[in-house]
């Protein structure tokens, strides 16, 4: 069964391309209201992921996330270019995200509740 941790890392990493996406948008107060919804229910999906599993990791995968999601929102919405340096260096972050979940440390420590 899959830490539920997990599902709060998808969560906030979701809801912070909503709130991106927003800034790029947002024309009137209540599209501003909604943003700073999504900014305070992205810092508490992050809160909750670093509860079960390492903040270092959790960081690594929102920060990770959110730089090719809003790579991807800038090309496919914003008539971004694609140029082959950014292709390349986005590579490499989700390169080192996945580098990252793989060595994550799957021991629990005696008594430790999941």
């Known amino acids: 069964m ?3 941790s997990w599902i709060y890392v998808a969560l906030t990493s ?3 391309l909503v709130w ?7 024309s009137t107060w209540w599209h ?12 508490y999906f992050l809160a ?5 599993l390492p903040t270092g990791t959790v960081y690594a995968i929102f920060a990770g996330f959110g730089t090719v999601g809003t790579f ?9 270019q694609i140029r082959m340096i ?3 260096f986005i590579a490499m972050i989700i390169a080192g995200v996945i580098g990252l979940k793989l060595s994550d440390d799957h021991k629990t420590t005696k008594g430790a509740v999941e």
Do not use: P, Q, R
């Open 86 to 88: 950014k292709v390349v």
């Open 48 to 52: 909750k992921a670093c509860e079960g």
């Open 32 to 43: 501003w209201a909604m943003i700073i919804a999504f900014i305070l229910l992205d810092l």
């Open 14 to 16: 979701l809801s912070e």
């Open 72 to 80: 991807l929102m800038d090309i496919f919405l914003f008539d971004e």
């Open 2 to 4: 899959m830490n539920k």
């Open 20 to 26: 991106i996406y927003g800034f790029n948008t947002a």
